[in-house]
C-alpha cells in the first residue's frame, strides 16, 4: 500500500521536514530567551551594582552625634560622625567661633589630642565641650599693641636693654636667692605643664607664689598666702620672660594684665622648661 507522504529531494517526508523546522526554531528561541534573560541578568547586576555603590557613599564611616560646643561663654550645636578627629573638629569650627584652628584648645576631661576620635572620648549627645582660645582680632589687636609698647621704649629707652634681672624693682627679690622649695629647673627642655599648680615661686613682695592653669574655664588662677586672683586668659596682653643671670635655669616672667606694662604680674624663679608651654597655654600654639 503506497503511503500518502511526498519524499523530497533529500530523501526526507514533508512532514519530517516540518518537525525538524519547529525543532530549530524552537531551538532558536530558546537561545534567544536565554540571551535576553542573560543580557538582563547583567544589566540587573550591574545597576544592583551602582546602587549599593551610591548607597555606600550616602552611608557615613560611623554614626552621627549632635553634642554643645562652648566658647567664652556663647554656645554651638556640632553633629559630626563619632570617628571624626579632634583636628576635624577644629577645622570644622574655625568659621564658628572665629579662632584659627592651630589656636584652639579642645577640653574633654582634660586637653584633647588632635589625632583622638570623638568616640574615644565618649562624646555623645549630652557632651558639652569646652574649647579654649582667643579670636584672630584679639590676637591682632594684642599684637599691634605690643609692637606699639616696644617701639615706644625704644625711642624713649637706651640703645642697650637691661635685663630684667639687673633692675631694682627685680633685685630686692632675687637677690634672697632661690626659695627652698622651688620646682627643679631645666635648661633647654620644654615639658608641658604639670597636672598640679606650679609653686616654689616669689611675687615682687617676695611672697609665695602658684600658678594653676585652668584650661577648662579659659583661667589662670594666681595664688598666695592672702587670695587667689582668676584672670581670664583672653585678657592678658603679653607675657614677657627672661632668663635669671648666673641661674639660667629659672626665668622672670610678667603677665601683662592691663594696656600699660605697669599692669605686669611678676613671678620669680618659674623653672625654665615651663616657659614656653605658659605661653602656648594663654595664647595657643
Not at 530523501?11 to 534573560?37: F, H, L, P, Q, R
Not at 538582563?40 to 550591574?46: A, F, L, P
Not at 555603590?53 to 567664652?72: A, G, K, Q
Not at 556663647?74 to 571624626?84: A, E, I, N, R, T
Request: glycine share 6%; charged share 25%.
Amino acid at each position: 500500500m503506497e503511503s500518502s507522504e511526498e519524499i523530497n529531494g533529500h530523501g526526507e517526508t514533508k512532514n519530517e521536514t516540518k518537525v525538524a523546522d519547529s525543532a530549530v526554531k524552537e531551538e532558536t528561541s530558546e537561545c534567544t530567551v536565554k540571551e535576553i534573560t542573560t543580557e538582563s541578568s547583567i544589566e540587573e547586576q550591574i545597576t544592583e551594582s551602582v546602587v549599593k555603590e551610591e548607597t555606600c557613599d550616602l552611608i557615613p564611616d560611623s554614626p552621627s552625634v549632635e553634642f554643645t560646643i562652648i566658647h567664652n561663654k556663647d554656645k554651638y550645636m556640632v553633629s559630626m560622625p563619632l570617628s571624626s578627629t579632634i583636628a576635624q573638629l577644629k577645622n570644622k569650627l574655625v568659621d564658628m567661633i572665629g579662632v584659627p584652628s592651630k589656636m584652639q584648645k579642645i577640653m574633654i576631661k582634660g586637653l584633647a589630642k588632635d589625632d583622638q576620635t570623638l568616640e574615644s572620648l565618649n562624646v555623645n549627645s549630652s557632651s558639652k565641650i569646652m574649647v579654649v582660645g582667643a579670636k584672630l582680632q584679639d590676637i591682632v589687636a594684642v599684637s599691634v599693641a605690643n609692637v606699639e609698647e616696644e617701639s615706644s621704649s625704644s625711642k624713649s629707652g637706651s640703645s642697650v636693654k637691661e635685663p630684667l634681672c639687673k633692675k631694682k624693682l627685680h633685685l630686692k627679690v632675687l637677690e634672697r636667692g632661690i626659695p627652698d622649695d622651688a620646682l627643679v629647673g631645666i635648661l633647654n627642655i620644654k615639658d608641658p605643664l604639670p597636672p598640679h599648680p606650679l609653686s616654689g615661686m616669689l611675687n615682687k613682695h617676695g611672697g609665695k607664689v602658684r600658678l594653676t592653669f585652668k584650661l577648662e574655664v579659659d583661667q589662670l588662677w594666681i595664688g598666695t598666702k592672702e587670695r587667689t586672683q582668676k584672670v581670664a586668659m583672653n585678657t592678658i596682653r603679653h607675657v614677657v620672660s627672661e632668663p635669671i643671670e648666673g641661674h639660667e635655669e629659672y626665668h622672670i616672667v610678667g603677665f601683662q594684665l592691663g594696656t600699660t606694662e605697669a599692669s605686669r604680674y611678676w613671678v620669680y624663679w618659674v623653672p625654665a622648661q615651663y616657659v614656653d608651654s605658659i605661653k602656648e597655654a594663654i595664647f595657643g600654639g
